[in-house]
C-alpha cells in the first residue's frame, strides 16, 4: 500500500522500516519547542494522506526508557483526514525538565498505519451472558 507523505521542511526524513518485519517506520525531530503545558513538543516536518479506513497511531519508539520523557498521550492517533504536521508531545518524567530528551536530528517515536473496521452502536436493553460478564479490573485472576 502506498501513503502519500509530503516534507514541510528541508530537515525532514522520510521514514523507512529499518528491518524485514518491523511494524513501525521511525519518526524524526525537525524541531524541539515546549508548549504552555510543560510539554516538549517535537515537530517531524512531515504531513501525511492516509487512506480511509485507515489510522496512523504514534508510539514511543523502545529506546524512549534511556530518556526522561513520556509521550503525553501514550498513544497518538492520525485520522485519516488530517493533513498537518505530525508532532509528539513528550512530558518530562517528574519533572526532569531538559535534563535528558530527545535532540533535534534524533529519532523520537515511531508510526504504525493500521486498517479500522467502521462500527455501527445499536442501542440495546440488554447485552448477552459471557464467562467473565461484569468482572473488571483484575477478575480475570491473572
Known sequence: MQVRVKRLND?????????????????????IDNDEY???????????????????????????????LYLGNHVGVVDSGYRGEIFFKYRPYKGLMNSNIYEVGE????????????????????????????GGFGSTGK
Open 38 to 68: 510543560g510539554n516538549i513538543v517535537y515537530g517531524t516536518g512531515l504531513a501525511f494522506e492516509i487512506p480511509k479506513g485507515y489510522v496512523g497511531l504514534l508510539f514511543p519508539r523502545s529506546s524512549n526508557t534511556k530518556k526522561d
Open 11 to 31: 530537515k525532514a526524513v522520510i521514514p523507512a522500516y529499518s528491518k524485514p518485519g518491523d511494524a513501525g517506520m521511525d519518526l524524526t525531530a525537525t524541531s
Open 107 to 134: 529519532r523520537i517515536g515511531q508510526l504504525i498505519i493500521l486498517p479500522y473496521p467502521s462500527i455501527e452502536l445499536v442501542e440495546t436493553e440488554t447485552l448477552t451472558d459471557s464467562e467473565r460478564g461484569q
